[in-house]
């Protein structure tokens, strides 16, 4: 695979700050209309909110090398991952608010996120992202073309039979997709050693005949390198992979969620990826404070721009509930 360039690097960290920007907002506008006493229903934002921070590098690392033509399912936990898929800030921003302009009209929320420009879906559902994939990358293969799928997934679901025969499947016909687990370490407040036989998910890949691979660290160029090999794997009719790397939950399983059951809840922002990596290009002379200072700028005028737009846009007349439930015309 080819070397990273300093121009790559920095688009990896330009990308990883700007999810954390937007998740950052988006926690800042979920609790804003929620206090003095939590209440998950009421607000601007009402419903549960899954964020990614301390995930940017399997997002960041993975979709670099991928078009807007591939397809790309992701979890309950997806901003990080459609960010990275070049997904459009307004409509993103506008569909967790609930908002006409919203990418679903503001029928799906946060956990519902569908983007035909990017070919991106995900779902509450655990796994429900897997079997679409498998559809996508099905289509591709038969239409003929070099485009892939790849499908996000959390460590829990990797217990659930739609991972299993999802991977079967593509083994069996060769499809041009790949598996990506995120290992947070926590399938919501259950630890990964209590409820998985393997320590890695990686080694499940060797029962269906397809390589795989774990990538430790949360470490952004080394989920490029092992994503780069999957992708050109897929690409060039070689069949599917999966990818479990491991990575980190900063937050709470959800925002409201007390984290009682963590031990690590005190500690974890000392591992946060994005200081760690920034330090790296800073010593390594491929960033300087300055260039750090414009990306963070840049960022955050895109998200609040996204944010104002939401908070601006309408919602869905009431009156119309019951439409794009079903096939209107003939």
């Not at 898929?85 to 302009?101: C, K, P, T, V």
């Not at 503001?106 to 498998?134: K, N, V, Y």
Request: with cysteine; hydrophobic share 40%.
């Amino acid at each position: 695979m080819a070397e990273l360039t300093g121009e790559d690097r920095r688009e990896l960290l330009r990308t990883m700050i700007l999810i954390r920007t937007f998740e950052e907002a988006i926690l800042r506008e979920y609790h804003a209309d929620k206090r003095p006493a939590f209440d998950i229903g009421a607000g601007a934002v009402p419903g549960e909110m899954h964020l990614s921070a301390g995930q940017e590098p399997v997002a960041a690392g993975v979709c670099a090398n991928l078009t807007t033509d591939d397809a790309v399912t992701a979890t309950h936990r997806p901003h990080h991952v459609a960010i990275a898929h070049g997904m459009d800030l307004r409509a993103l921003a506008a569909e967790i608010f609930g908002r006409e302009s919203g990418l679903g009209r503001g029928r799906g929320g946060h956990m519902h996120l569908f983007d035909p420009a990017t070919h991106f879906s995900c779902s509450g559902i655990i796994a429900e992202g897997l079997p679409p994939a498998l559809g996508q990358a099905f289509a591709f293969k038969q239409r003929g073309t070099r485009n892939i799928a790849v499908a996000v997934t959390g460590e829990g679901a990797a217990n659930q039979g739609a991972f299993h025969e999802s991977l079967n499947l593509a083994a069996l016909w060769q499809l041009p997709v790949v598996f990506v687990v995120e290992d947070n370490d926590w399938a919501i407040s259950v630890p990964r050693d209590a409820s998985t036989a393997l320590k890695s998910n990686a080694d499940r890949a060797s029962a269906y005949g397809m390589p795989g691979t774990r990538v430790e660290g949360n470490d952004v160029e080394a989920v490029h390198a092992a994503a780069a090999e999957a992708v050109a794997l897929a690409r060039t009719g070689g069949g599917p992979s999966l990818l479990e790397i491991h990575t980190l939950r900063l937050w709470g399983h959800f925002e409201g969620d007390a984290q009682g059951y963590r031990s690590d809840a005190s500690t974890a922002s000392e591992q946060d990826p994005i200081p760690q990596y920034r330090a790296r290009l800073i010593d390594t002379g491929v960033v300087a404070e300055e260039d750090i200072a414009v990306m963070s700028a840049s960022a955050s005028e895109r998200v609040e721009d996204a944010v104002s737009f939401a908070k601006n846009s309408p919602g869905p007349d009431p009156a119309e509930a019951t439409r794009y439930v079903f096939v209107e015309g003939a």
